[in-house]
Every structure is written in C-alpha cells, then in structure tokens.
C-alpha cells in the first residue's frame, strides 16, 4: 500500500541506500521529502525555521546546503518510483512517460544585456532562464 511508502522507517531505508543520508543525522528521509516537496521554494534559512516549527529539529542553513547534492536528486526519484510501482501496476504503465518539469529567471549584469536580453515584461535588462527535466518514468 502506497501510505506504507510514506513511513519514516522505509524513507530512511531510501535515503541511505540512494546515499543521500550516509549516517546517522538529525535529518530523516521523511524530513528530507518534506523539504523537497514542500519547501523547495524556501532558501535554506527558510527551510531550517520550517524544520524547526514543523518537527522540531534545531539544524542550521549551511547544514542543510549541504544536504542539497546529486543523491537528494536520486532519493526523491526512488521515492516516486516507489509510489508509481505501488499505485500503477506495470502492466498499467506500458507506454507511460512522466517528467516534472520547472524553470527560473535571474537577472544579470546590464553590461552584457546585448548578449543576454532580459525577458520581457520581466524588467530585466539582462538576464537568464534555466529550464531543468527530471524524468520519472519512460517508456
């Protein structure tokens, strides 16, 4: 059953085998998904008064930074492909593709606004995009 994914016992077990807990820490694989689902739109201060408010865990921004590497990627990818293979059978997944998808704007300096225009209507004289594809399923 799907809840049974949402156990902190089986997200530690996620995070330590994609590496992205490697000891013993205040921070489990329930407060990890937490932040990634949650509050990725927070900067690390953010995160770390949430953590604080929603479970009571004292853990500062740069503790938290550092937590942010390739195996967070790796374990929020376990933990959906764990959920899709609970809730959608294989045989109903045949051909099935899914990717989440998400982007960001940032301003540059104005000296290279020939070279990098600003969005418009953004305001920006320079300035940038980033599109980022993270694939969950494919074919």
């Not at 995070?15 to 990634?36: F, P, S």
């Not at 949650?38 to 500062?60: A, K, V």
């Not at 390739?70 to 109903?92: D, G, W, Y």
């Amino acid at each position: 059953m799907s809840s049974e994914l949402f156990e902190p016992t089986v997200l530690d077990g996620l995070a330590r085998k994609t590496e992205a807990i490697q000891r013993k820490r205040k921070v489990g694989g329930k407060e990890l998904l937490d932040m990634a689902l949650f509050d990725g739109d927070q900067s690390f201060n953010g995160m770390s008064m949430q953590l604080m408010r929603r479970d009571g865990l004292d853990i500062s921004k740069q503790a938290l930074h550092q937590r942010h590497h390739s195996n967070m990627t790796k374990f929020v990818q376990a933990v959906f492909e764990q959920l899709i293979a609970v809730e959608l059978p294989q045989e109903q997944t045949q051909g099935l593709e899914i990717r989440i998808r998400d982007s960001t704007r940032f301003a540059l300096p104005e000296v290279i606004a020939e070279t990098f225009p600003g969005t418009k209507g953004s305001g920006m004289k320079a300035g940038a995009s980033v599109q980022f594809e993270f694939e969950i399923k494919s074919r």
